[in-house]
């Protein structure tokens, strides 16, 4: 049975896992959905995203997120029968770097950057990174952002991307656990490329996938826990 100090690196999703992404997409597309005359719920909301995200990536997998966003709430306007100026568009993409953490992600990372080498591999630019980087206040050992890749999760490439980097480090791939909340994003194709991995399950209490994408099917998964904190905690404790 596997143990989490059987690693000596984590590569980390941020958006889902250790940024609260889904309170920033609900809060940045209120400028819409307080225009309509029936509530949307925040699950039909973040669904919404979820599949305009989604398409825009897959159409467009070179352009920055943040520029990538301001077109998915253009779709989401259209969607919503809505009409808006491409300002509008644009202040939503602007706010990811404001997205908030989760309450226990620094404390959670400090620990484990004692142990482990971090390796962030996240579906966002550059810029937009730097203001989730603030807020987790940790000193990352490598950085592979979508704008660096030219692709976006669950793409084989950003996969070989990862992989390729590690080498640079001299972590081996059965050295290596992917943490992630994403099914879609991450589990899915981590397990794919044979990557043991850790599932930071956020969404546990409620219905659906929220902000990604159905997977299909859940992946098998090396280690499950509610929290990036459940997760330090364990390997505090050495009982995982």
């Known amino acids: 049975m596997a143990s989490l100090r ?6 980390f999703d941020v958006y889902g896992t250790l940024i ?5 997409m609900i809060s940045g597309l209120k400028p819409l959905t307080d225009r309509l005359d029936t509530e949307m719920s925040d699950n039909a909301v973040l ?4 599949r305009n995200e989604s398409a825009a990536q897959a159409q467009t997998p070179g352009r920055a997120y943040g520029s990538l966003l301001a077109t998915v709430y253009r779709r989401c306007a259209e969607e919503l029968g809505l009409s808006v100026e491409w300002d509008e568009c644009e202040r939503y993409g602007a706010t990811v770097p404001h997205w908030p953490a989760f309450e226990d992600s620094a404390d959670a990372l400090a620990y484990l950057k004692q142990h482990y080498k971090m390796i962030v591999l996240s579906n966002v630019d550059n810029r937009s990174f730097d203001g989730a980087a603030k807020k ?3 000193a990352w050992d490598a950085i ?16 070989d991307y990862l992989l390729r980097g590690i080498g640079t480090l001299g ?7 992917h943490t992630a909340e994403s099914m879609f994003h991450d589990h899915v194709p981590g397990r794919a490329n044979g990557l043991d ?6 969404r546990h209490a409620k219905q659906g996938f929220g902000a ?5 099917q859940l992946a098998e998964v090396t280690f499950r826990f509610n929290s990036l904190r459940e997760m330090a905690e364990a390997h505090e404790s050495g009982k995982i």
């Open 197 to 202: 991995n850790a599932w930071i399950y956020r």
């Open 144 to 159: 592979y952002t979508a704008e660096d890749i030219g692709s976006y999760k669950p793409n084989q490439r950003n996969f």
């Open 47 to 50: 669904e919404m995203h979820a």
């Open 212 to 216: 990604t994408m159905d997977p299909g």
């Open 171 to 177: 972590v081996e791939k059965a050295q290596l656990l």
């Open 6 to 11: 059987d690693y000596t690196a984590l590569s």
């Open 20 to 24: 609260d992404w889904e309170a920033g």
């Open 136 to 138: 987790l206040g940790i």
